[in-house]
């Protein structure tokens, strides 16, 4: 098992690419802290599944220093240490850029930029005094790829990618990696409107040179190397996962 004697902690991860990675990570091994805001009992019944002796699930908002701070204490008092930090929880609003408000902004670029931000700089704490860490932030093609309609998103993902590449360096000296995963089009609650719309989906798929709307699990697998001793020598870089969605933008 590529984890095993490993813990790691995945914030919104109880539905989606989240619940992906956590389930993962327990097959391969790790203890598994799963944070959750809403959806209580997917969460738990992840957490069962992993078993108990190795996953507990807790709530916390991510747009909190409070609570992020909570999430790794928690971790580290229940398994001794963290290993892994999966910056997972995200939100996405799209609104026309003349109508977006100044509460819309502020909570999203606290769940999806803050949230990243402070969650690193708690799980850095403790991997510090470890002398070795993992910290993967989900991030989005649309970190370098425009999307017209949704331009706090797009800014919180372009602020995630400087933000990866600025911890990569300062961490560096304490053997503790920084990465991204830059998903595309993921078939994920957050893409629920689009997946239940046949002319939205066949547009969709047209952007997609593989030809198929990708799943939590392919981003599950990708966060299982980069979170193993494989992938001690890579940081300070997103890996785009997209079934081509980017090749295909750049042509245009």
Sequence with gaps: ???????????????????????????????????????????????????????????????????????????????????????????????????????????????DLKGPFFAAQAAARQMVKQKKGKIINISSVHEDLPMPGNSVYCAAKGGLRMLIRTLADELAPYQINVVGIGPGAIATPINKQTLEDPQKMETLLGTIPIGRIGKPEDVAGLAVWLASDAADYVTGTTYFIDGGLMVYAGSL
């Design 1 to 111: 098992m590529q984890l095993a004697g490993k813990t790691a902690l995945v914030t919104g991860g109880s539905l989606g690419i989240g619940e992906a990675i956590a389930r993962a990570f327990g097959r391969e091994g790790a203890n598994v802290t799963i944070d959750y805001l809403h959806h209580q009992e997917p969460a738990e019944r992840l957490s069962q599944e992993i078993g108990p002796e190795r996953a507990i699930a807790v709530q916390a908002d991510v747009s909190k220093i409070a609570d992020l701070n909570r999430l790794v204490d928690l971790t580290v008092d229940k398994f001794g240490r963290l290993d892994i930090l999966v910056n997972n929880a995200g939100i996405e609003t799209p609104t026309p850029f003349l109508e977006v408000t100044e509460d819309q902004w502020d909570r999203q670029i606290g769940v």
